[in-house]
């Protein structure tokens, strides 16, 4: 069954502009948690010189593939099944990493894998970029998104609006460093960071 987010169409051609100036020369990128599959179709298409590997949790995985039926170009691929708390990941390696609406629905431990995890598949300069709404050192950046944070938590109290400093600072344990922090619509951020030289990923503490 093919499910429509009216978020990712809001959000899509921002989020893209970001996209195009960070992705140029890569090969593939890694999208985790796919969703709906509106994103990956609509970037891939207009990123044709990338392979664009979409990837969630099984469930997810019939919508993504209603999507990439429909219309979906050549250069993206079908869903990777991808829990990331489970180690091995489906993949080892990727030229960037992608991730939207994915950090206030996860839990903290779940947090902490997956931006391990993107920094373990990540070489020398490639970007981690991760889309959604951050608070600042503790504060939220509007009254919508405190709202959010609040409805979130009412539904699991394992969810919520994380931490911009929280955020970077597992990015930073995970070998990588901010490279830009860009505003984006609906009080969203789109972060990104890039993989240092030698780096080494620290694993999420047990």
């Not at 931006?115 to 598949?121: E, H, N, Q, S, T």
């Not at 959604?132 to 503790?138: A, E, I, T």
């Not at 959010?148 to 931490?163: C, H, I, N, T, Y």
Request: proline share 7%; net charge negative.
């Amino acid at each position: 069954m093919k499910h429509f987010s009216q978020a990712c169409e809001n959000n899509k051609v921002p989020i893209l502009d970001v996209l195009a100036r960070h992705l140029e020369g890569v090969g593939d990128v890694l999208e985790i948690g796919s969703g709906t599959g509106q994103h990956a179709v609509f970037f891939a298409k207009h990123l044709p010189h990338l392979v664009w590997r979409t990837s969630d949790q099984r469930m997810h995985h019939d919508g993504i593939q209603a999507w990439i039926a429909d219309g979906g170009p050549p250069n993206v691929r079908p869903p990777l099944d991808l829990d990331v708390t489970v180690r091995p990941w489906p993949v080892d390696q990727a030229g960037a990493v992608f991730s939207a609406n994915t950090a206030h629905i996860m839990s903290w431990p779940m947090v902490e894998a997956f931006i391990a995890g993107a920094g373990r598949l990540l070489s020398e300069g490639s970007p981690f970029l991760l889309y959604g709404p951050f608070s600042y050192d503790g504060v939220h950046t509007s009254e919508s998104n405190a709202r959010f944070d609040l409805s979130l938590k009412a539904r699991d109290p394992e969810m919520g609006v994380r931490d911009f400093r929280d955020i970077d600072a597992l990015a930073a344990g995970a070998g990588m460093v901010l490279v830009e922090d860009n505003a984006m619509p609906a009080n969203n951020r789109l972060l990104v960071w890039r993989r240092l030289a030698g780096a080494e990923a620290e694993a999420p503490a047990p």
